[in-house]
């Protein structure tokens, strides 16, 4: 599988991540929303989100990208909510991934 990482002309040139990402292959994987449990359901990182965090969650990004060999960062969605179903938890992340 092939994936090219790209800022498109006429966008700002971010260099901690890419806005456009380019796959081929033959399958689609959706993996729906996580959250921060641990392997028996207890919440991981209690607590309520506040914008002060953001540096912590972009250098969190960053390092599991890294170890992943996903540098730069591939495009992601960061929204802001008020709260998600269980107020302990800080994020909620959803996955697509195209694989051969």
Known sequence: MAITLINPAGLPKIDAYRQVSVATGSKLVFVAGQVSWDADGVTVGEGDWTPDKMPLL?????????????????????????ALDVPEHLVEVEATAVLD
């Open 58 to 82: 972009m250098e969190g990004i960053t390092r599991a990208a890294g170890k992943l060999g996903g540098v730069p960062v591939p495009p992601a969605t960061l929204l802001g909510v008020a």
